[in-house]
């Protein structure tokens, strides 16, 4: 499985983010795909994912103003988010991940990471 990010960079604080994430090669058990991030001198810490079948789940203090979604085409699964009213907090580096969870969020035969794209809120 392959991750190829996109999006992140400098963002204006009030601004939007938006990332998206494609996977490609062995991803017919990928059933999970998903955004985390780490700031500086903190835990890496999740962002939200989603399963193939639209469940979400968001960190508690970033569901207000997040949303993430997948899409399907031509054999690559692709999750998207998007992030509004950034702050200065909301620099770190994303990380995306793919899954195939047994028992979601709990067990899982597969983890794949992206190399990370870096996010700089910052005017």
């Known amino acids: 499985v392959q991750l190829q990010a996109y999006g992140g960079g400098l963002v204006q604080p009030g601004g939007s983010l938006r990332l998206s994430c494609e996977a490609s090669?062995?991803?017919?058990?990928?059933?999970?795909m998903g955004w985390y991030r780490q700031a500086p001198g903190k835990q890496r810490e999740l962002v939200a994912r989603?399963?193939?079948?639209?469940?979400?789940?968001?960190a508690d203090s970033l569901k207000d103003r997040s949303t993430i979604f997948m899409s399907r085409a031509n054999a690559k699964k692709t999750v998207h988010l998007e992030m509004n009213s950034v702050t200065p907090e909301d620099t770190a580096v994303y990380y995306c991940?793919?899954?195939?969870?047994?028992?979601?969020?709990?067990?899982?035969?597969?983890?794949?990471w992206g190399q990370g794209t870096q996010v700089t809120v910052s005017s």
């Open positions: 991940n793919a899954r195939e969870d047994v028992v979601l969020d709990q067990q899982f035969l597969s983890d794949y």
């Open positions: 090669g062995s991803i017919n058990r990928i059933n999970v």
């Open positions: 989603i399963t193939s079948g639209d469940n979400t789940k968001y």
